[in-house]
């Protein structure tokens, strides 16, 4: 096997706060030393979500098994995740940071699967995937990113699962929202549906459209993490990959 030096573009702080999570848990969990130290643990990880790499890959590039690389990987996306923020958390920090709106979307995360598998099989998308519901700041800043459901999910019934709508309506906060959230009412606001429209409305969905399109920018972000754009691990680990995502993507932004 050929090896060869690569970048990530990442900075060095966000490496440097993944080592101290890594090292921490260590801390705390006492016993042998590891094949790696945390610092090349906290590489391993930040190199898998971002490059998308094969445990494989992994496990050649840094000189453990492939056993070992998954382990390592998703022992820290756990404690990544655990430190995203839950919806109430996220709502109040957006109302304390007085945003004026946000966006609320769902997306869709490709996955391997065949077709006898209809519950991960998205209409819309015309491919099998996991549901994610992300909601984002005006300019395109996650505040918030859900668990996986299958792909065959409707966004609004996603919403409503994880208590979105519940959530928001608490919160008093104005949320913007596409047609696939039509019929949900308050608290969002959604396009005017349907053909020949009136004038007015269709001035309001053009202006719906110029608030919400920075907004979505939100999950072209998330995909930015190529680990993202086609999983090919257990799709309900979508999840927890995402909020670990969300938590790395808010100390880059910390670091810039």
Known sequence: MLLYRASLPLSRSTLKYVTGVVRRHRTGLGGKARALPPGSQALMVL???????TFAELGAGFGVSTTTAWRYVNETVELLAARSPKLAQALRKATEDGLLYLVLDGT?????RVAADRPFYSGKHKKHGMNLQVIAAPDG??????GALPGATHDLK???????????????????????????????????????????QKDANRSHARLRGPGERANAQLKCWRILRKLRCCPHRVGHLAKAIHVLQTREAHAS
């Open 47 to 53: 190199v898998y979500l971002r490059k998308g790499e």
């Open 108 to 112: 869709l995360i490709p996955i391997d």
């Open 141 to 146: 800043t996650v505040v918030w990113v859900s």
């Open 158 to 200: 996603a919403a409503r699962i994880w208590g979105i709508l519940r959530a928001l309506e608490t919160a008093g906060l104005l949320v913007l929202a596409d047609k696939g959230y039509n019929g949900a009412d308050e608290p969002l606001l959604t396009p005017y549906k349907g053909k020949d429209k009136p004038e007015p």
